[in-house]
């Protein structure tokens, strides 16, 4: 995590944060947006792993922020450089 907050938010701008399941469901929301991400991004397997209705139900509070997108081959030998 970025070291220095300003007002409970991170001061470091963040274009596009990736979510998988784990902190879907175990992060608050709010602690979650306060990355002030410009974008929210999950996979369809993280979406799809997650069966239980309340959990289901705890990420509708997110409506259209969490976009759901499949990355390219690009973009997975990509990240797999860093």
Do not use: C
Not at 76 to 81: K, L, S, T, V
Request: hydrophobic fraction near 35%.
């Amino acid at each position: 995590m970025p070291s220095s907050t300003t007002g409970g938010r991170y001061s470091r701008p963040i274009h596009s944060l990736v979510l998988d399941a784990a902190p879907l469901l175990t992060t608050p929301y709010g602690q979650i947006k306060a990355f002030n991400a410009v974008n929210y991004y999950t996979v369809p397997l993280a979406k799809e792993e997650v069966k239980d209705e309340t959990a289901r139900a705890a990420l509708g509070i997110w409506g259209n922020e969490l976009l759901v997108r499949q990355p390219t081959a690009k973009s997975i030998q990509e990240g797999n450089r860093i």
